[in-house]
T-cell receptor, first 113, second 114 residues
Framework: KQEVTQIPAALSVPEGENLVLNCSFT??????LQWFRQDPGKGLTSLLL?????REQTSGRLNASLDKSSGRSTLYIAASQPGDSATYLC????????????FGKGTKLSVIP | EPEVTQTPSHQVTQMGQEVILRCVPI?????FYWYRQILGQKVEFLVS????????KSEIFDDQFSVERPDGSNFTLKIRSTKLEDSAMYFC????????????FGPGTRLTVL
C-alpha cells in the first residue's frame, strides 16, 4: 500500500528566504507525482506535475525534483513571499495501474513579512 | 482557465439524513473522482468514475455511498444515511485521460453532520 510522508509538518520562514519541502513515498512504481497547494478551507491547486521519466519540473519560483529510485521528491521555493503561505501537499498514484492519488499530510508553510 | 465547480459550498445535515453533493467537471474531461478530507487529516480517495461506471473505489466507499452522472454535465456523490464521521470536506476532481492524469480539483463542499 502506497504511503506518503511529508517533512516538515510545519515551517515558518522570513520573507525572501529559499526553502525546501520534502516528500517521500514507499512504492516507487509511480508514473507521476504532483505537488498541490491548499489554502485554509479551500480546494487543491495543482502546482507541478512531474512525469516518471522526468527528474524535475519548474514553474516560476517553484522547482520540483523527483528521484523515483529513492522514493523522494522535493519542492524548492525561491525568494519566498507572504502569499506563498499555505499547505503544500504531495500526491502520487496509489499503485501500478491505479489512477487514484495517495496524498501526504502536507507541510504548512508560513512566510513572515 | 476551465475549472471544476461544486455545490453547495457548505452543507449541514442531521445524522441519518441523505445528502447529495454536486460537481460540474471540466467539460471535455472523461474521468471523475471524489476525495474527502476530514479536518486535520490527509486527503483520501473515495471513488473514480469513467464511462458511466465506477473504475476504482476505496474501502471508505461502502454501500452508503453512490455516484452518478445524471445528465452528462453533473457528477454527484450521494450519502444515503449520514454519520457523524462523514463530516469532512469533499472534493470533486476530473481529468482528461487516466494515463498521465493531471487532476483538476474543485473548491470542495464542507459537510457537517450533526
Amino acid at each position: 500500500k502506497q504511503e506518503v510522508t511529508q517533512i516538515p509538518a510545519a515551517l515558518s520562514v522570513p520573507e525572501g528566504e529559499n526553502l525546501v519541502l520534502n516528500c517521500s513515498f514507499t512504492d516507487s512504481a509511480i508514473y507521476n507525482l504532483q505537488w498541490f497547494r491548499q489554502d485554509p478551507g479551500k480546494g487543491l491547486t495543482s502546482l507541478l506535475l512531474i512525469q516518471s521519466s522526468q527528474r524535475e519540473q519548474t514553474s516560476g519560483r517553484l522547482n520540483a525534483s523527483l528521484d523515483k529510485s529513492s522514493g523522494r521528491s522535493t519542492l524548492y521555493i525561491a525568494a519566498s513571499q507572504p502569499g506563498d503561505s499555505a499547505t503544500y501537499l504531495c500526491a502520487v498514484p496509489s499503485g501500478a495501474g491505479s489512477y487514484q492519488l495517495t496524498f501526504g499530510k502536507g507541510t504548512k508553510l508560513s512566510v513572515i513579512p | 482557465e476551465p475549472e471544476v465547480t461544486q455545490t453547495p459550498s457548505h452543507q449541514v445535515t442531521q445524522m441519518g439524513q441523505e445528502v447529495i453533493l454536486r460537481c460540474v467537471p471540466i467539460s471535455n474531461h472523461l474521468y471523475f473522482y471524489w476525495y474527502r478530507q476530514i479536518l486535520g487529516q490527509k486527503v483520501e480517495f473515495l471513488v473514480s468514475f469513467y464511462n458511466n461506471e465506477i473504475s476504482e473505489k476505496s474501502e471508505i466507499f461502502d454501500d452508503q455511498f453512490s455516484v452518478e452522472r445524471p445528465d452528462g454535465s453533473n457528477f454527484t456523490l450521494k450519502i444515503r444515511s449520514t454519520k457523524l464521521e462523514d463530516s469532512a470536506m469533499y472534493f470533486c476532481a476530473s481529468s482528461a485521460t487516466p494515463g498521465h492524469p493531471r487532476e483538476f480539483f474543485g473548491p470542495g463542499t464542507r459537510l457537517t453532520v450533526l
